[in-house]
């Protein structure tokens, strides 16, 4: 049994990691099978991240291992005499790796969309430039990096700042923390959208905030429910709405501006994929928009280039530069300086540009065929709830619908899809159907296999 302590300063994936340890180094043997995930998350009313986070360091570190990404498994103590034979029986357990015929996966371009010829050259060209990769005055990002996404952020996005408001990122769940510990000394709670991103929350929620749910209608967050909120900091998708889709109008955006003015608040502008927009030009930022200097812009370029190079960041208002100068995480870069030169050379000699001209015409395409497949094959008995923009469509039956029946029956097909309930807080019925990752002759033999199990599951 372990006692966490949420009031603790220390993380509670941090508390878990500590006691789990323990228990290994004094009682375990190798070869013992840890909790699950889920179930440790039910036993101890704990976020799947903080146990997540626990068990990868645990992992990490050599204590233990998965071999089903489910099952955690004891595989060295340093203060037990080591039997071999335990090894033996846990060589015996194999490593399954499932293969899915038709993968929907919601955020993955097609693999040859990704420059990799241009990659390399620039890859070398950075390491034979002599940077200097033990220079930590670089640790808010790579110089030329920074400098290029301040561009490319004022024409496309409308973004108001200077480079040195700019801090680059280890991926989404790397900028969140961050900010946790940028506003911690202020602010105890956050506010969110509802439904909305299950993983912004859990972040907050891991480091010890209080989470203010606030409700949506077809603009947005309700501003009459943000009114009501004591939190000074809110979270918010208002270009692309996580998961319904929803663009929040010019009107109710100076309305959200207003409130952080009046409250003194920071808003979380999270544009996670505006840049993948088909149909209409790319909404403003709120950022943009803003006179204030209370808006947090957060980018990425995993959905346009790969999610594989993990390269987020953020920018920051000039009021919080100090705050997070503080930090000993300001000391260091977050992601490595040669990977940042190659992506800050990769934009500075035009192929970014080029690059998402490219995907944006690919992605039109795909999303034209998959939305009408969709409505040829499952007819009327399906909405589409969001399209339009990003690498998938949200769709939901019109009537009943057994979904788990529905995911068995897909796998049993090889097919993978993803329901929008994984990812997002509230209620919201709905499954992602991704489409960047699949290749165009592939489309009509995955939805005709797909549509065969939905009718299957319909009014069950």
């Not at 039910?42 to 146990?51: C, E, H, P, Q």
């Not at 998938?392 to 329901?419: G, N, P, Q, R, T």
Request: with cysteine; proline share 2%.
């Amino acid at each position: 049994m372990y006692v966490l302590d949420s009031n603790s300063k220390i993380p509670l994936f941090i508390q878990l990691y500590q006691a789990i340890k323990k228990d290994i180094t004094s009682s375990y043997e190798i070869g013992d099978k840890l909790f699950s995930i889920r179930k440790m998350c039910n036993r101890y009313n704990l976020s799947k991240t903080t146990v997540s986070n626990a068990y990868s360091q645990l992992v990490i570190e050599g204590y233990i291992d998965s071999k089903n990404r489910s099952s955690y498994f004891v595989i060295a103590n340093n203060y037990k005499n080591i039997d071999s034979s335990c090894f033996n029986e846990m060589n015996e357990i194999k490593i399954e790796k499932v293969h899915y015929d038709y993968d929907f996966y919601p955020a993955r371009q097609e693999k040859n969309s990704f420059p990799l010829k241009i990659w390399k050259r620039l890859s070398n060209k950075s390491l034979d430039a002599n940077l200097d990769y033990c220079d930590n005055s670089q640790a808010k990002g790579e110089r030329g990096l920074i400098e290029e996404i301040s561009k490319y952020l004022s024409l496309s996005r409308k973004v108001k700042c200077e480079a040195s408001q700019i801090i680059v990122c280890h991926g989404f769940d790397d900028s969140m923390m961050l900010l946790t510990k940028i506003l911690k000394k202020t602010h105890k709670s956050l506010a969110i959208e509802c439904p909305g991103y299950k993983l912004a929350k859990d972040v907050f929620l891991e480091q010890g905030y209080c989470i203010d749910e606030i409700a949506l209608n077809e603009s947005g967050i309700v501003l009459k429910e943000l009114a009501k909120t004591k939190s000074k900091i809110l979270y918010l998708t208002p270009s692309h709405q996580f998961p319904t889709g929803v663009s929040i109008p010019i009107s109710n955006r100076l309305q959200i501006l207003a409130w952080a003015k009046k409250n003194k608040a920071f808003i979380i502008e999270d544009d996670y994929d505006s840049e993948l927009s088909y149909y209409n030009r790319p909404i403003p930022s709120l950022q943009g928009l803003d006179d204030n200097d209370s808006v947090i812009y957060l980018g990425t370029f995993s959905k346009s280039l790969s999610p594989s190079l993990r390269i987020s960041y953020m920018v920051l208002p000039k009021q919080l530069l100090k705050v997070y100068l503080d930090l000993s995480d300001s000391k260091h870069a977050r992601v490595s300086l040669m990977l940042q030169n190659t992506l800050s050379l990769f934009m500075k000699e035009g192929f970014w540009d080029k690059h998402q001209r490219k995907v944006r015409t690919l992605n039109k395409r795909k999303h034209k065929i998959m939305k009408e497949l969709l409505l040829d094959k499952l007819k009327d008995t399906v909405i589409i709830k969001s399209e339009g923009i990003g690498l998938s469509l949200v769709i939901d039956a019109k009537d009943k619908m057994d979904f788990s029946l529905l995911h068995s029956l897909a796998l049993k097909e090889k097919i993978k899809i993803y329901f929008v309930h994984d990812v997002a807080i509230g209620t919201y019925d709905g499954i992602r159907m991704g489409f960047g990752g699949l290749k165009e002759e592939d489309f009509a033999k995955a939805i005709e296999r797909f549509s065969k199990i939905w009718f299957l599951c319909l009014n069950k």
